[in-house]
């Protein structure tokens, strides 16, 4: 199962210690990316911030490349749909 809330989390903390690393603030990192405050603050506390502050501190962090793939190129299935069909057709995919 795929365990969303754990890996926004570990990807929030992530950020947050690259941050920390670096010896940027939150209030600095907020105003060169665009990002409120209490965003941030929330993001790096339980994960949760919106696609557009997201890709903002995406692009601020240098993962440009990473964008650029997903914006110009088709996601590819790593998974064939007999697959899919056959282990997730019945059961709630996501736990929040």
């Given amino acids: 199962m795929v365990q969303i809330l754990e890996k926004k989390r570990r ?12 010896k ?3 209030r600095e990192l907020a105003l060169w990316t665009g990002v ?6 929330h993001f790096e506390e339980t994960g949760d911030i919106s696609f557009e502050g997201f890709i903002r501190i995406g692009e601020f962090l240098g993962w440009e ?4 793939i997903m914006e110009n190129k088709r ?3 790593r ?12 059961k709630k995919f996501y736990e929040d």
């Avoid at 990807?11 to 670096?22: H, L, P, S, T, Y």
């Avoid at 409120?36 to 603050?41: E, V």
């Avoid at 490349?65 to 650029?68: L, M, N, P, R």
Wanted: glycine share 0%.
């Fill in 11 to 22: 990807i929030a903390e992530n950020i947050k210690q690259e941050r920390i690393f670096w």
């Fill in 75 to 77: 996601p590819k299935f």
């Fill in 65 to 68: 490349t990473f964008i650029y």
């Fill in 79 to 90: 998974r064939s749909l007999r697959y899919m069909r056959a282990n997730y057709s019945n």
């Fill in 24 to 26: 940027i603030s939150r």
């Fill in 36 to 41: 409120t405050y209490s965003s941030l603050r």
